[in-house]
T-cell receptor, first 118, second 114 residues
Framework: DTAVSQTPKYLVTQMGNDKSIKCEQNLGHDTMYWYKQDSKKFLKIMFS???????INETVPNRFSPKSPDKAHLNLHINSLELGDSAVYFC?????????????????FGSGTRLTVV | QQQVKQSPQSLIVQKGGISIINCAYENTAFDYFPWYQQFPGKGPALLIA?????SEKKEGRFTISFNKSAKQFSLHIMDSQPGDSATYFC?????????????FGKGTTLSVSS
């Protein structure tokens, strides 16, 4: 079973469209994240949710709206897509930040969604 | 203050050689320093991590060296193999501090030639 799974893997869409990316984790983690990886491979945090509560919202356009129906799922909806939104979007999860860090603490990433806006 | 600076941007090493990647940080609240490995088309995968209470951690061929006073840490890959060719990211965060997440360096593309 895949620990953090994202769908779809590839997404090609026209400017102005609205699209969603779904993420699910089966690790029992309490915290989930969305990262954006640009063409130069730079990974930048976008959002973080802890037990369905938004705890990080970096300076991301409000066209991006995350939704967490439960602690195992974190979806990303993007309105009015622009060319500059083209990137690889990664979902990740980790154990509760407020708990002690165990020796195997770490973020588990999904395999990414490559979004291409044309 | 939130940046993690990584160097070099790219690295070519011969098979059997030692690969060394360096990172520096500014935020003294950071207390968790992992390294991630990413292959093309895949997500980053945790390779090895260190907390600031130790100066070195070794797992197989991979070693993290940590210098708290200099605010620097590095990854050493001993006996580098062609299968190690990937992009490596250092990262840092303040575990337990609400509203924080891993901050990544810009990555190092490692090529190990056979």
């Amino acid at each position: 079973d895949t620990a953090v799974s994202q769908t779809p893997k590839y997404l090609v869409t026209q400017m102005g469209n609205d699209k969603s990316i779904k993420c699910e984790q089966n690790l029992g983690h309490d915290t989930m994240y969305w990262y954006k990886q640009d063409s130069k491979k730079f990974l930048k945090i976008m959002f973080s949710y802890n037990n369905k509560e938004l705890i990080i919202n970096e300076t991301v356009p409000n066209r991006f709206s995350p939704k967490s129906p439960d602690k195992a799922h974190l979806n990303l909806h993007i309105n009015s897509l622009e060319l500059g939104d083209s990137a690889v979007y990664f979902c990740a999860s980790s154990q509760d930040l407020r708990g002690p860090a165990t020796p195997n603490y770490g973020y588990t990433f999904g395999s990414g969604t490559r979004l291409t806006v044309v | 203050q939130q940046q993690v600076k990584q160097s070099p941007q790219s690295l070519i090493v011969q098979k059997g050689g030692i690969s060394i990647i360096n990172c520096a940080y500014e935020n003294t609240a950071f207390d968790y320093f992992p390294w991630y490995q990413q292959f093309p088309g895949k997500g980053p995968a945790l390779l090895i991590a260190i907390r600031p209470d130790v100066s070195e951690k070794k797992e197989g061929r991979f070693t993290i060296s940590f210098n708290k006073s200099a605010k620097q840490f590095s990854l050493h890959i001993m006996d580098s193999q062609p299968g190690d060719s990937a992009t490596y990211f250092c990262a840092a965060s303040a575990i337990g501090q609400a509203g924080t997440a891993l901050i990544f360096g810009k990555g190092t593309t490692l090529s190990v030639s056979s």
